[in-house]
């Protein structure tokens, strides 16, 4: 009954996102360091967005979302706001004159920052390519990990300890009928196979209990615990500075 609560909200979520914002989205987006591609927006709720992504779904607080993003949902600086509502100073007596009204803004889509001209190269690499420990890697090369998030930990080692997540891998059960691919990554439709791994120096911003799929290698195990380094979505910058 639970599995089913959830599916029926992440759908809602979804429908939500289309319904308010008519389906604009963003292709990249970078919060603390995290970068999120192919973005579409959520509800906003108590300071915070939902945020659709390529893999999965994250809820970020808009205070750390850049800031023309945190404006145009509505976010403003406590300064601002303050400002915002003091009270106004006596307005002088002025002549008449007529005042245009305002335009409201429509919610733009982030400036595509690929130049035309490498678009279909730099689609290819994304397609074939991450980067990880500063380098780019084949996605071949990789392990693509789906599980449910379970916990925030530290794991120490021999030489220093990890800040990471623990993760519970989780299995695709048999659909009753096609999904379609941007709601593969319902929780109602994985289950969990009760081996946890760590995923080291990895803290995307997502709920407990939600589910994420990465690509990463891994490595050492700590204490009888399996645990990977997650890749990075090749951005154009990244994509520049690499090759």
């Known amino acids: 009954m639970l599995k089913r609560w959830v599916t029926i909200l992440l759908v809602t979520l979804a429908l939500s996102a289309r319904v308010c914002l008519g389906g604009e989205g963003v292709s990249v987006v970078v919060v603390d360091g995290v970068t ?11 300071g915070k967005v939902v945020m659709f992504h390529n893999h999965g779904v994250a809820v970020v607080p808009l205070a750390k979302l850049p800031e023309e993003y945190a404006r145009q949902l509505g976010y403003r600086p406590p300064a601002a706001a303050a400002e915002a509502s003091a009270p106004a100073p006596a307005a002088e007596s002025l002549p ?5 009204r305002p335009q409201t803004p429509a919610f733009a889509s982030n400036p595509d920052p690929v130049p035309p001209q490498e ?3 730099f689609d290819a690499a994304c397609a074939a390519q991450m980067v990880l420990n500063g380098a780019l890697v084949d996605k071949s090369a990789l392990m693509m990990l789906t599980g449910f998030y379970r916990a925030k930990a530290q794991v120490t080692g021999e030489t220093r300890a990890s800040e990471g997540l623990m993760v519970e891998l989780a299995n695709r059960k048999q659909p009753a009928r096609p999904v379609p691919e941007n709601l593969e990554l319902r929780p109602g439709l994985w289950d969990g196979t009760g081996q946890e791994v760590f995923l080291r120096d990895y803290s995307p911003h997502i709920e407990p209990g939600m589910l994420l799929r990465v690509y990463a290698k891994e490595g050492d195990p700590i204490k009888g615990c399996r645990t990977f380094y997650v890749a990075q979505d090749l951005t154009y910058d990244l994509w520049k500075k690499l090759r």
Not at 36 to 46: C, E, I, L, S, T
Not at 96 to 100: P, T, V
């Open 119 to 121: 678009r279909a190269a």
């Open 96 to 100: 008449a004159m007529e005042l245009s």
């Open 36 to 46: 999120y591609n192919d973005v579409r927006w959520g509800p906003v709720n108590q």
